[in-house]
C-alpha cells in the first residue's frame, strides 16, 4: 500500500473515532474522548493501533486494573499503557526502536501519564545483549530480532539498520513485582521468549498475558501449557494472531 492510500486509511479512521485531529506534514494530533494521540499519518501502525484500542482487541476494558501492575513489551507509540492507565494500572513499557520510543514518551507526557507509566528504550530477549536490526523506513511498526525472508536489496530499499539494546527477560521477572499483565507484540521473537518462561518459578509469573503470534501457534500452546496456563487463540491470518493465556486458578478472559 502506498504512502498516499495510507494516508486515506488512516484519516477514515480518525473521523470514525477521534473528536478532533489536525495535521501537519506526515505528523497527526488526534483528540479522543479522555486522551490524545501523537502519530505519523503515512504510517499504517497509527491507524492500526487505534482501531485495536477502541475495538478492545486485547479485552482489558472487563479487567479489573486498577492499582494493578502491567507490563507492556513492545510498546509501539503507547496506546496500550494509555489505556491500561486510563483504568487504574501501574505500567511498564519496553520499546527498543529509538523513532518509536520519542513518540510513546510523548504520548504519556501529553496525556499526563508520567506517573503511572515508566518506559525503557530498550527491547527483551533471553539474554542480555545488543543486536543489529532493520524496521521500517516508513512507520513504527516491524522491527523484528528475528531474520525476515525479505531479501538484501529489499531490506535495504525498505528497511534502516539500528543497534537495539536488549535486556534478559527472565532476569527482569525475577527481579521485578508480579504482573499481573503481560502483552508481548514482539515480532516473532516471542517463541523463544516463552519457551524460557519454563526455567521460572511459577510464582514469578504473571497472571494473564495476552500474545500477538507471528510465524504458528503449536508451539506457544505447548509452552504455555507447561507452566500452567490456559489458553484461547484466535487467528487473524494463517500464521499469525493472538493468543489469551491465563493461569489455571485464573478466570479465562
Not at 495535521?23 to 501523537?38: G, I, M, R, T
Request: glycine content about 6%.
Amino acid at each position: 500500500m502506498n504512502k498516499g492510500k495510507i494516508k486515506a486509511e488512516n484519516i477514515k479512521i480518525l473521523e470514525k473515532y477521534s473528536i478532533a485531529f489536525e495535521l501537519q506534514k506526515h505528523k497527526a494530533y488526534v483528540q479522543f474522548d479522555n486522551f490524545v494521540l501523537f502519530g505519523d499519518i503515512y504510517d499504517k501502525s497509527f491507524g492500526d493501533n487505534i482501531c485495536e484500542y477502541f475495538e478492545d482487541e486485547y479485552k482489558i476494558s472487563n479487567l479489573n486494573l486498577n492499582s494493578k501492575a502491567v507490563l507492556d513489551l513492545g510498546s509501539n507509540i503507547g496506546e496500550f499503557a494509555i489505556k491500561c492507565a486510563l483504568n487504574g494500572a501501574n505500567v511498564i513499557c519496553f520499546e527498543p526502536n529509538r523513532k518509536v520510543y520519542k513518540l510513546l514518551q510523548n504520548n504519556i507526557k501529553q496525556n499526563n501519564f508520567k506517573h503511572q507509566i515508566t518506559t525503557f528504550n530498550k527491547g527483551v530477549w533471553t539474554s542480555r545483549t545488543y543486536k543489529l536490526i532493520f524496521y521500517k523506513k516508513h512507520g513504527t511498526g516491524a522491527a523484528s530480532i528475528l531474520r525476515t525472508n525479505l531479501s538484501l536489496k529489499s531490506k535495504l530499499l525498505t528497511r534502516k539498520l539500528a543497534l537495539f539494546k536488549l535486556i534478559n527477560f527472565n532476569r527482569f521477572l525475577q527481579n521485578n513485582v508480579k504482573f499481573y499483565l503481560l502483552k508481548i507484540d514482539i515480532e516473532g521473537a516471542e517463541h523463544l521468549l516463552i519457551s524460557k518462561l519454563t526455567k521460572l518459578d511459577n510464582t514469578q509469573l504473571p497472571d494473564r498475558i495476552v500474545l500477538e503470534y507471528h510465524g504458528g501457534v503449536k508451539d506457544l500452546i505447548s509452552n504455555f501449557e507447561k507452566i500452567g496456563y490456559t489458553t484461547k487463540s484466535i487467528p487473524k491470518t494463517e500464521d499469525s494472531g493472538l493468543i489469551f493465556a491465563n493461569r489455571i486458578d485464573k478466570e479465562i478472559i
